[in-house]
């Protein structure tokens, strides 16, 4: 444990998040459910509108820093959360910001490319550039790649975040601290919680949880939900991001196999796109708990929530749901839920 906290402290990290965030009893969803369901608040983070990311960001950017970079480099979907606190966060640090959007989700409407998301970005002063393809990984990290080029031949020092599965989940330490503050919660709390439910895409958020809390020697079972991958993908895109973490911090991985938990029940119709389950999710979250989802992740993510507690057998409780924000892109799919 002491080694695994030593090698995390080693790594450059820039503060961006407000942490510790809250655990909090969803009441009146305890009622209607039936069963005890208590959310971590990481939509709270702060940084612009706070999320997940802002957590993962703090190791990526101490890297830039420690570089002596001045211009942060990303990609991610056109309503992407990450590269927006990814730009506030280059803001934060006196850095430029160059973002890459990629064409992910087809046939989508004027609101969706202009508000959100995007809508914060400009207003970052991201500088946006546009890839075509939206299932590339490697192709996006490689035109990243091609930009940076060209910022270092104008005079600039760039930093890529790349977030292809073949680059090292630097991000995903964010949250394997994040796990660490999860544990000292849990000392704190009566509540003994029998599952934890998060959003499972990139998987640098379920990876780094789970590897974390297995390192604090937590032994609760994770459950990522799938939101832009089958079951099949998902399990061993986690497994070896797991190998990748523990590799980075250089201990042994202490996340077996069966550690590994993925459900893909609410993935349909696919990425960015949603149906009835999640909207259901987002509707009762939000007039049950005034707790807003986004419906891409954290959405799809409480979608998976509840069909855990209604399959048979059900997942007993209580139950523990990471909400990782995304509140902006509720504004680019505004025709879609109000339709």
Known sequence: MSAFIDALNARPRT????????????????????????????????????????????????????????????TGAVQSNYVRIAAAAARRCGMQIEVQLEQRVSGMDAVYHHSGNVLLDRLLGA?????????DEAGADANLDSIAEGLRERGASP????LGASHPPLGALGYARAAVELVEQLQTTPVRFEHIVVPSG???THSGLLLGLRA????????????????????????????????????PN???????????????????RFGVEVREAIEL??????????????????????????????????????????TPALFAYQNALTG
């Open 159 to 162: 930093y890529v975040i790349h």
């Open 15 to 74: 503060t961006l998040a407000h942490t510790p965030t809250p655990l909090e009893r969803m009441s009146n969803l305890c009622t209607r459910l039936g069963v005890e369901v208590h959310v971590k608040r990481d939509d709270c983070t702060g940084l612009a509108m706070g999320g997940n990311k802002a957590r993962q960001l703090e190791y990526y950017l101490g890297a830039a820093q420690q570089q002596r970079a001045d211009t942060l480099l990303i």
């Open 254 to 272: 202490p996340v077996r196999e069966d550690d590994v938990r993925v459900y893909d029940g609410v993935l349909a119709p696919g990425y960015g």
């Open 285 to 326: 979250a939000a007039q049950c708990e005034g707790l807003l989802l986004d419906p891409v992740y954290s959405g799809k993510a409480f979608a998976g929530l509840l069909a855990l507690v209604r399959a048979d057998p059900p997942a007993s409780g209580p139950l523990l749901f990471l909400h990782t924000g995304g």
């Open 202 to 204: 990139s998987s640098h």
């Open 216 to 251: 604090m020697q937590c032994e609760i079972p994770v459950t990522g939900i799938c939101v832009r991958r089958d079951a099949a993908q998902q399990q061993l895109r986690v497994v070896e991001c797991t190998a990748a973490i523990a590799r980075l911090l250089g201990i």
């Open 127 to 135: 500088t946006l550039h546009y890839y075509p393809v939206g299932e």
